[in-house]
């Protein structure tokens, strides 16, 4: 059964790697993490004490929630044993028994002072079996630490199942395949083939390096370990590199030879793809160095997760430093997770059974809880009355009235939900316009034609810009407009531009712009309630053209002919209006020698009577989402029809 949540513990030599997981129907997910570096051994103390993992252990404990989430630890290569054998054909029936067999015959060790387990995977010659054994005695002494921590230990995993674990869940390699990853004391190699797993520890990793350096400066480990983690920013970049090339040189040399080992033994199978993992693959030419030496297949170094995702509340740049260490951590968060290839666990048998007789407990007190409670509800159904009967039909009843009484408030309740979510949509429109009004009227009182100014004295057709209204406001109608301003002829308080733009069919009634536009029929109200959150986004042109000689409405047409030429603009409406607007009069100023001025005027030397045109029209942006306007909702009326 799967675990929704775990944690995977890595205890290393220098440090504690921990990972807790989640799963979900779709994916696996860290949602925490946690590197405890393992304090100096004291005076005295041997350096591979439990002492320092305890002492790791309670910071970590104290860092972060465990509770009874299930605990997955890793028995590292130096302390695990691992034997291939295979069993001949038909041996299903009685499996356990000759692996058990085999495992006596095979280990020198008495098997009751191992831990063991096994897996099983197909072979040609028969039925193929990989074990792996660990003392008792290595990790007694480790379990009893964190189980008197309080910890839920469910599993114990070699750390290269764990990492035969990682490499499958993420990659899915389809070849055979090895994984090599470097840790402080040792480097783990790893071959994955289908279900079958061959590893091996090699002795040669990250302190050997260290080694090398501190030996060769004469620092101590802790200034050694320092300048190998920033070789790459070092002006003695070069001159390090060269000490730590014999070391890179030894550790080739045995991956070749583990290599060669491997092949022998699986009758010549070759190797198609290496993953590095690890800090120390991370050093400037590692692993160029080691493909240079090893040939064999095409190295890739692991940089990050694939399929497995980061849980918002982990910091990911923090993560993606220490993502190559965690590695064996996380196929053992996988396999608690239940989503792992391999299942191979070496908890002891007693804390196995242990945790099965837990569960079956659970089990057991939910039946009986179910079996009593299902014994009282046939037993009080039986010995029921008919008082009791119309008790219940009363309470039915009670619950009728209660339902159609909430339904009624519910009703009520949402009644204004339409308006008041068009209200919501029309508001959201605030940000969405943002600069397409200024955009507009930028366009459009910079309106050319065959490169010349349409408005203005240099215009073709001595046309004035005088006006320019643009909004997504609706206007209302006159009426309205006079009452809000108080009433008379005009409008107090309302300029003659506004009274000229609203003054008009275009906008009002059933051939307006606002119901060709909303399909509604209907002129939109400033009233919060009612407003749509299609209304469309108006401009009303104002302006003068000069009738010198008179044109007619030939201005008018050519500015319309330009405007139709914008993508933006809907649904022209033209109102060329023939009045006569103001008149002026030019005539030289005249002075008498004395530096008077004449009293006598001449005639005024010219007139220029002018016209007045209003062009209303909508403007929708082509990159409006909402340029066509939904279907207006129908009457009350039609909807009883």
Not at 150 to 155: A, E, T, Y
Not at 467 to 489: C, H, T
Not at 621 to 640: G, M, R
Request: hydrophobic share 40%.
């Amino acid at each position: 059964m799967a675990l929704p949540t775990v944690w995977g513990l890595d205890i290393g030599n220098s440090a504690i790697k921990a990972v807790k997981m989640t799963r979900s129907e779709s994916e696996c997910k860290i949602v925490d993490f946690d590197i405890i570096d393992l304090p100096e051994p004291a005076e005295g103390e041997e350096k591979d004490s439990l002492v320092r993992v305890e002492a790791a252990m309670k910071t970590l404990i104290t860092n972060h929630r465990f509770g009874s989430d299930p605990v997955y630890i890793a028995v590292p290569g130096n302390l695990c044993l691992q034997k291939e054998f295979q069993l001949p054909p038909g041996s299903e029936t009685k499996l356990k028994d000759l692996v058990t067999y085999e495992v006596k015959q095979q280990i020198p060790t008495p098997i009751e002072q191992l831990e063991w387990n096994w897996e099983r995977y197909e072979d040609p010659n028969g039925v193929g079996i990989s074990m792996f054994a660990v003392r008792k005695t290595d990790i007694q002494d480790l379990m009893m630490m964190l189980e008197r921590l309080g910890l839920n230990v469910s599993g114990i995993v070699p750390a290269s199942v764990a990492l035969f674990n990682f490499i499958n869940y993420e990659f899915k390699p389809d070849s055979t395949t090895l994984v090599l990853d470097a840790g402080s004391k040792s480097t783990d190699f790893v071959v994955l083939n289908k279900r079958q797993i061959f590893s091996r520890p090699i002795q040669i990793a990250g302190r050997e390096i260290t080694r090398a350096l501190e030996n060769k400066f004469k620092v101590s480990f802790e200034k050694a370990e320092e300048l190998k983690k920033n070789i790459s920013q070092s002006p003695q970049a070069k001159q390090i590199l060269g000490v730590i090339d014999p070391t890179l040189r030894q550790l080739g040399s045995e991956i070749q030879k583990t290599v060669g080992f491997y092949k022998s033994k699986a009758k010549g199978q070759r190797l198609n793809q290496c993953y590095l993992l690890g800090h120390t693959f991370r050093l400037p030419g590692m692993a160029e160095t080691l493909q240079a030496l090893v040939r064999e297949a095409p190295f890739a170094l692991v940089e990050g997760l694939q399929k497995i995702k980061l849980d918002y509340t982990v910091n990911a740049d923090v993560w993606n430093n220490e993502f190559p260490t965690m590695a064996v951590a996380i196929g053992l968060g996988i396999q608690g997770l239940d989503v792992s290839e391999l299942k191979l666990n070496l908890l002891p048998e007693s804390k196995r059974i242990n945790t099965s007789l837990q569960q079956l407990k659970v089990w057991a007190a939910a039946s009986a809880a179910l079996i009593v409670a299902t014994v009282c509800f046939t037993y009080v159904h039986a010995s029921g009355t008919e008082e009791k009967y119309t008790r219940k039909l009363e309470d039915v009843t009670k619950v009728e009235e209660d339902v159609g009484k909430f339904a009624r408030d519910e009703t009520a309740a949402t009644a204004d939900l339409p308006q008041r979510e068009m209200l919501l949509k029309r508001l959201s429109r605030i940000g969405h316009d943002r600069g397409k009004v200024l955009g507009a009227l930028t366009q459009l009182a910079n309106l050319k034609k065959d490169g010349k100014p349409v408005f203005g004295p240099d215009s073709d057709n001595k046309l004035w810009l005088t006006g320019l209204y643009i909004s997504r406001q609706p206007l209302s109608k006159v009426s309205d407009v006079k009452a809000a301003a108080g009433g008379g002829a005009a409008g107090a308080g309302t300029s003659d531009f506004q009274m000229r733009v609203i003054a008009t069919q275009d906008l009002t009634g059933s051939s307006s712009i606002y119901n060709k536009a909303m399909a509604g029929g209907q002129d939109p109200k400033m009233l919060p309630t009612e407003l749509r959150p299609d209304v469309p986004m108006l401009v009303v042109i104002d302006g003068e053209y000069l009738q010198d000689p008179p044109k007619g409405g030939a201005p008018v047409s050519n500015l319309e002919n330009v405007l139709k030429g914008l993508a933006p603009i809907k649904d022209l409406r033209a109102n060329n209006w023939q009045d006569i607007g103001a008149k002026y009069a030019e005539s030289p100023m005249i002075y008498t020698y004395e530096g008077a001025l004449a009293k006598a005027l001449p005639p005024p030397k010219a007139e220029a009577p002018y016209a007045t045109f209003h062009l209303p029209m909508r403007w929708n942006d082509p990159s409006d989402p909402d340029l066509d306007p939904t279907e207006a909702p129908p009457a009350e009326k039609d909807k009883k029809k």
